[in-house]
Every structure is written in C-alpha cells, then in structure tokens.
T-cell receptor
Framework: DVKVTQSSRYLVKRTGEKVFLECVQD?????MFWYRQDPGLGLRLIYF???????EKGDIPEGYSVSREKKERFSLILESASTNQTSMYLC?????????????FGPGTRLTVL | QKEVEQDPGPLSVPEGAIVSLNCTYS??????FMWYRQYSRKGPELLMY????GNKEDGRFTAQVDKSSKYISLFIRDSQPSDSATYLC?????????????FGKGTRLHILP
C-alpha cells in the first residue's frame, strides 16, 4: 500500500511566521504535489516536482516555495504566513510511468494563521 | 466553461438506495478518469479509475464514462452510512506526463440510516 504522511494534522501559526509543511512517501514515487483545499474552490495545485531538486509552479504558487532534497520528501514553505493561507494542505505522490499517474494523497494538514 | 463541473450537493439518500454521482467536462482530450472519496478532515483516497469509455465495476461501485457526451458517473449500489463522504471526480489527458490532473470540486453525499 502507498503511504503518504504529513508532519502535522493541525497547525496554528501567527501572521508573518515562516511555516514548514513536510511530506514523505514510502513507495519510491517520482512525482510529488502540494495542493490546498478550500470550501467552494476545490483542490488547487500549488507546486509539484517530477524529480529530486526539481520543482514546477502550479496554479497558485504565490506566497509559497518548495524543497525536494530527497526523492521521498517534499516540503512546502510559507515564507511569511498570512491569514489568507489558512487552509487544508494536501500532499500527493504518483509513480511516473506513462501519463497515467494516479495520485495518492496524505491525510492533510489543517493550517490556521492568526 | 470550467474544465470539470460537479454538483457540490449535498446529496441525501436513504440507506440501501442506488446513488448516482456525475461530472461533465469540456476537454475532449481527457482519457483517464478517476473517482476519489474523501471523508471529513481526511485526504482523498482513490476509489476507482477507468481509461477511455465504458464501464468498470468494483464491488458496489460502478464507474461509467461516456466520452461522446463528455460525462462520467459513479454509481453506488446498496448504499451504506459509511459511504457518507465527499466524492471528487478527476481526469487527465494521459498522453503527456506534464498534463496535470484536473479535479472536480466534489459532491457531498449523506446516506441516511
């Protein structure tokens, strides 16, 4: 079974703090993704990575950065947290063979920025 | 027109009923179709996937794709209270690895005991 884990289930931070969200997958997947999920807006892709030290912007990268130093780990960084970044953050991974890469999700981190 | 449209619900049905969940899409290049189930405060989990048109059955669940109408469905037979969740459709043009998965916004389903 694919296992995607995220470092925290719930996190409360203050405006202006630097926030790190960690994601680890144990299935040697090449691809990793960060989404945020908000009521009425669905899943929105923030950043993704197809390989170590590689990153691509998704649909809403502003205010975020990512790091992928090891294949199994993909970190999302909020450089200076703001209240509009309060959301559910979901990490996903997929095995890249052809284009049919089904994504497997972690349990999510519910971040509140005060 | 949005790429993927999905009625947000909520959809409430009595236990034992057949549930039909649907999505429409606009991109005729989509070939790979998925359904995810998401329980409250959890991450989405893959329920079923199909490639191109046709039906796929897995236990009480049947996924159906009609590419001519750009319409996909998920049927749940003998629905149970444990099926109460949000169901997200997702799809992709599978020919290119750089194409992203496009998700619907999800339909909230309540199965009433």
């Amino acid at each position: 079974d694919v296992k995607v884990t995220q470092s925290s289930r719930y996190l409360v931070k203050r405006t202006g703090e630097k926030v790190f969200l960690e994601c680890v997958q144990d299935m040697d997947h090449e691809n990793m993704f960060w989404y945020r999920q908000d009521p009425g807006l669905g899943l929105r892709l923030i950043y993704f990575s197809y390989d170590v030290k590689m990153k691509e912007k998704g649909d809403i990268p502003e205010g975020y950065s990512v790091s992928r130093e090891k294949k199994e780990r993909f970190s999302l960084i909020l450089e200076s947290a703001s209240t509009n970044q309060t959301s559910m953050y979901l990490c996903a991974s997929s095995l890249s063979t052809s284009g049919t890469d089904t994504q497997y999700f972690g349990p999510g981190t519910r971040l509140t920025v005060l | 027109q949005k790429e993927v449209e999905q009625d947000p619900g909520p959809l409430s049905v009595p236990e034992g009923a057949i549930v039909s969940l649907n999505c429409t899409y606009s991109n005729s290049a989509f070939q790979y179709f998925m359904w995810y189930r998401q329980y409250s405060r959890k991450g989405p989990e893959l329920l079923m996937y199909t490639y191109s048109s046709g039906n796929k059955e897995d236990g009480r669940f049947t996924a159906q794709v009609d590419k001519s109408s750009k319409y996909i469905s998920l049927f749940i037979r003998d629905s149970q209270p444990s099926d109460s969740a949000t169901y997200l459709c997702a799809m992709k043009d599978s020919r290119n690895r750089d194409d992203k998965i496009i998700f619907g916004k999800g339909t909230r389903l309540h199965i009433l005991p």
